[in-house]
């Protein structure tokens, strides 16, 4: 499984970005999906996950009522749509797939990366 992340960019604070990630085959195929962020000199941190059909959705604390994160099984792709983005939010994000069916927060039930995409948020 292959995927292809898209949409970091250079935004202002208080800006939005629509993060794209398509895999290689369908994402219908029963596995959850998530994004990571990996901000400089810290750890990859968990963003937001969601479940195969869609109908169950994980957010961290920290973006909970700015990001959305959505799927389209008929086009192998999940979205991230980030709103009133902030220094903080500055990062490579990276999108997974995971080895189950449900949406989940953990790093290690993820089998599958993508290469990242950097989000540079400038105050």
């Known amino acids: 499984v292959q995927l292809q992340a898209s949409g970091g960019g250079l935004v202002q604070a208080g800006g939005s970005l629509r993060l794209s990630c398509t895999t290689s085959?369908?994402?219908?195929?029963?596995?959850?999906m998530g994004w990571f962020r990996q901000a400089p000199g810290k750890e990859r941190a968990f963003v937001a996950a969601?479940?195969?059909?869609?109908?169950?959705?994980y957010y961290d604390d920290s973006v909970k009522g700015r990001f959305t994160i959505s799927r389209d099984n008929a086009k192998n792709t999940v979205y991230l749509q980030m709103s009133s983005l902030n220094s903080e939010d500055t990062a490579v994000y990276y999108c997974?797939?995971?080895?189950?069916?449900?949406?989940?927060?953990?790093?290690?039930?993820?089998?599958?990366w993508g290469q990242g995409t950097q989000v540079t948020v400038s105050s």
């Open positions: 997974a797939v995971a080895r189950r069916a449900g949406a989940t927060t953990s790093f290690n039930e993820y089998a599958y």
């Open positions: 085959r369908r994402t219908s195929s029963n596995n959850g």
């Open positions: 969601i479940s195969w059909r869609g109908d169950s959705k």
